[in-house]
């Protein structure tokens, strides 16, 4: 069975400053990896994903994250924060040539942008 | 603004009384879910659709969720009778396929008195 962790359920950052979400996942196949961000209030919205190639994906909103299968982590990063980005942000996991597309969700990170 | 509609935004009942939601996926999209999340986690899995037909509900309390997709276009998933335990945000999904990236709804807030 599939796991994801995120380590962090809280990572506070002041504006301008760069940031790292943590996300480790745990699976005995191959897996897709996401990235979502949620809004209070809202659904999620996908940030990027890792499917193959390159293990540096780049998303929207100036977010990427690392691929390391070694390490079977996929931590999202961004260089420069705004108050804007204040959000949860949930990793997850779907199963590579399974039945289903059925995503696992970490606990989230909730980041809070401080002024 | 989400492309996957979804309705009512929020809704309050007492327990015991019956509560619906519906889905409509984007234009095209063969594959709808139904996801649970629960105030500070994650979302779960409750339901999968393949066109029309289930592919997974494992996860789903069939004692008293009921979930369909008639025409395998929009979904309407079903609690009753409605337990204290069911609040929570319930996100509908939909993709091209599987492996394919999902896009959510902005969800229904269901709070039972």
């Known amino acids: 069975a599939q796991s994801v962790t995120q380590l962090d359920s809280q990572v506070p950052v002041f504006e301008e400053a760069p940031v790292e979400l943590r996300c480790n996942y745990s699976?005995?196949?191959?897996?897709?990896l996401f990235w979502y961000v949620q809004y209070p209030n809202q659904g999620l919205q996908l940030l990027l994903k890792y499917l193959s190639g390159s293990t540096l994906v780049k998303g929207i909103n100036g977010f990427e994250a690392e691929f390391n299968k070694s390490q079977t982590s996929f931590h999202l990063r961004k260089p420069s924060v705004h108050i804007s980005d204040t959000a949860e942000y949930f990793c997850a996991v779907i199963t590579v040539g399974g039945a289903t597309n059925k995503l696992i969700f970490g606990t989230g990170t909730l980041l809070a942008v401080q002024p | 603004e989400a492309e996957v509609a979804q309705s009512p935004r929020y809704k309050i009942t007492e327990k015991s009384q019956a509560v619906a939601f519906w889905c409509d996926p984007i234009?095209?999209?063969?594959?709808l879910y139904w996801y649970r999340q629960i105030l500070g986690q994650g979302p779960e899995l409750l339901v999968q659709f393949q066109d029309e037909s289930v592919v997974d509900d494992s996860q789903l309390p069939k004692d008293r969720f009921s979930a369909e997709r008639l025409k395998g276009v929009d979904s309407t998933l079903k609690i009753q009778p409605a337990e204290l335990g069911d609040s929570a945000m319930y996100l509908c999904a939909s993709s091209f396929g599987v492996g394919q990236p999902q896009h959510f709804g902005d969800g229904t807030r269901l709070s039972i008195l």
């Open positions: 699976s005995s196949v191959s897996v897709y």
């Open positions: 234009s095209g999209h063969a594959t």
